[in-house]
């Protein structure tokens, strides 16, 4: 399949979202919908690092809030809220707990899929009139509280489409999809799941032709119902981001025609090339609501650690107030960027100038986590290394951002290409997606 970039990267005076982002003087509640939730997260958050499990608790707080519907347009039922909305919501909903607002950032970079894709977007990639239906129902489910958990990764593959073994194939008047997925988080508690799969037939692949966003094989997406044929195998065990609860799971299920995302077979990664922000940027809010949390519980063990000879504790060392002054910068530095990314990616999603500041959002915020955290360890020393101590956990939660797809050094090579003149999609050895 091949499609002139010019028909599906809307840029500045373009077709508009299906979700009208909320008006300038009515902004989307999320933050202060976040900030009546966000200490019952944090409360639950050693817990959920301990087991390893995403708590129910959370999942009914975030549920009652409406904060699951936060994106979803107001005429099915939600606030109305833009991608910039999410920046902010995430950021508050992180400093208590990274793993919940994690779980919820893939529900939410779901509807914010959904409802963002404008309905002449749609129209020109072939969308049917059943895919508007399907679409409005799942986005009016989720506001009223319906959890979507994304089943993308795999063993052995990552995040990276192109490289899936999940496969779908044409059965009756639906599909057939069967594989084993990896990273699902909160899969114990999804109502339905994102599940991204191959055509079994490998061997269709799309053209090539000048000028043109070659799309490779036929890989798709589709929203599964929880139930029969869906089973999740609760092994999650890893070092940080524990309290998301991603298990693996297991598929071999049978899907009517209007799961099929967009109604048409093969659009998975050419929508991931020019729309994302849904699976790059809006990661970035979440570790920068970590890397806060891990700055101010560094900062609240400092003030409070005394010492002989150090009759005003930490503070009183030059070189750890040094490192709060580094973190503080870098800080508000990421803030500046992230703003700076939702403010063009809701003025002009999909354009390659907004497309690079939203692979420059991840990439710093995985950086600024991490070596935040670490730089806070480091300041305050061993004892925040015990288990139960909240840098501890913020510590091992920050890391994971430079992990969390598209890792680092993905994001450091898209800007690479893009710096030095190249197509970041189109020109690199490996596929990217």
Known sequence: MNVELSEVAPGAGGPRPAAEPAEASEPAPGTELARG??????????????????????????????????????????????FGDWADTARVLAAGSGATALALNMHTSVVGALAGTPDELAHAMGAPETYFAARDRILTDAARGSFIAVAMSERGAGSRLSGLSTSYRRDGDGYRITGLKSFCSGASHADVYFVAARAADRDEQAGEAPGKIDVPGKISHFL??????????????????????????????????????????????????????????????????????????????ARGRTAPGLPNGLVGLPAVRARFGQADAAL???????????????????????????????LLAGQTAHEVASSMVEACGTAVTRRGHPLERLYRDARCGSLQPATSDVCADWLGLAALGGDPDADAAVPRW
């Open 37 to 82: 939730v966000v200490g019952s997260l944090a409360a639950r958050a050693e817990a959920a690092d301990r087991s390893g499990e995403l708590p129910a608790a959370d999942l009914d707080d975030l549920r009652a809030a409406g904060l699951l519907g936060l994106l979803v347009p107001r005429r099915l039922g939600g606030f109305g809220g833009g």
């Open 224 to 301: 599964v119902p929880a139930g029969p044929g869906v089973d999740v195998e609760p092994n999650w065990d890893t070092l940080g981001m524990r309290g998301t609860g991603s298990h693996d799971l297991r598929l071999d299920v049978w899907v009517p025609a209007d799961a099929l995302v967009g109604g048409l077979e093969g659009l998975s990664v050419l929508v991931a090339q020019v729309m994302p922000q849904w699976l790059v940027a809006s990661y970035a809010a979440v570790y920068a609501g970590v890397a806060r949390a891990a700055f101010d519980a560094g900062a609240q063990h």
């Open 332 to 362: 508000a530095a990421l803030d500046l960027v992230i703003d700076e990314c939702a403010r063009r990616v809701n003025a002009d999603p999909g354009s390659p100038t907004t497309n690079a500041w939203v692979w420059r959002a991840k």
